[in-house]
Nanobody
Framework: VQLVESGGGLVQAGDSLRLSCVDSGRTFGRYHMGWFRQAPGNERRFVAAISWNGSSTYYADSVKGRFSISRDNAKNTVYLQMNSLKPEDKAVYYC??????????????WGQGTQVTVSS
């Protein structure tokens, strides 16, 4: 599993962004995928996760109703659609592959991160 995120950038509050994470390996479809974020001075936190076949999704309370996670196993890609962005969403966003969607410690493969900045 080799994960590369893209799609971050600088936007204004209320705008939308879509993050992508591509796996260049051959086992993407075997893993649950998650998005996490880390703001300066804070620990890395769970944002959203999706089961290996896309049948189940999970969200942190802070992003429910605004963010949507999806995946395309044919393209080895997981997405995070972020709508109604707020300044507090500013962070480095990481995708990760794991074996239990809601258990951070089971995510063993991580991308390098992509910066999202939201101005007020």
């Amino acid at each position: 599993v080799q994960l590369v995120e893209s799609g971050g950038g600088l936007v204004q509050a209320g705008d939308s962004l879509r993050l992508s994470c591509v796996d260049s390996g051959r086992t993407f479809g075997r893993y649950h995928m998650g998005w996490f974020r880390q703001a300066p001075g804070n620990e890395r936190r769970f944002v959203a996760a999706i089961s290996w076949n896309g049948s189940s999704t999970y969200y942190a309370d802070s992003v429910k109703g605004r963010f949507s996670i999806s995946r395309d196993n044919a393209k080895n890609t997981v997405y995070l659609q972020m709508n109604s962005l707020k300044p507090e969403d500013k962070a480095v966003y990481y995708c990760a592959a794991g074996t239990i969607p809601t258990m951070t410690r089971t995510y063993n493969y991580w991308g390098q991160g992509t910066q999202v900045t939201v101005s007020s």
